[in-house]
């Protein structure tokens, strides 16, 4: 998740004007190889109530897994799509396609599953 931040975050450098193209395009390959390893990452038993102060991850996530399952999805379709619109270079469809990517998925997951570390 740490990496998926910092990807975005260069990628948003790029589109800002501030920083390089040849970051952008590898943070936008670093995205798009992360994002299918996110399904591994939240195993049963790994939500903030199990592992209190270490996972912020709600118990939400194994109660509705098919919506859970759908969000990654949108992720890893997203992250590619986005590496495209990078290759591609043009600074307004890359801005709209990390837009989308950054509310349909990270925002819209982040939103319903994301708690706190100390359980909430
Ligand atoms: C399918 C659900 C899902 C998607 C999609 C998702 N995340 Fe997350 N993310 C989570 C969950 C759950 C946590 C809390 C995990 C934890 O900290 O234990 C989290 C935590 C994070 C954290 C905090 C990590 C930490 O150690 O505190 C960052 C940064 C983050 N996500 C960035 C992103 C970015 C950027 C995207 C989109 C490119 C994204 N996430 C997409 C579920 C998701």
Redesign the pocket.
């Known amino acids: 998740?740490?990496r998926?931040?910092d990807d975005?975050k260069a990628i948003k450098l790029y589109v800002a004007g501030q920083g390089a193209r040849e970051a952008a395009a590898a943070a936008a390959k670093d995205?798009e190889t992360t994002a299918p390893l996110?399904p591994g990452l939240?195993p049963p038993g790994s939500d903030s109530k199990a592992l209190p102060g270490k996972?912020?991850?709600?118990p939400e996530?194994w109660d509705n897994p098919d919506d859970?399952q759908q969000?990654?999805q949108?992720?890893t379709t997203g992250?590619a799509d986005l590496r495209k619109t990078v290759d591609a270079g043009d600074v307004a469809t890359i801005r709209d396609s990390m837009r989308s990517?950054?509310k349909n998925?990270?925002g819209a997951?982040?939103e319903n599953?994301?708690g706190r570390?100390d359980g909430d």
Do not use: P
């Not at 996972?55 to 709600?58: D, F, L, Q, T």
């Open positions: 998740m740490d998926l931040g975005i995205l996110v939240f996972s912020a991850a709600k996530i859970f969000l990654e949108a992720l992250a990517l950054a998925a990270c997951c982040h599953y994301r570390k």
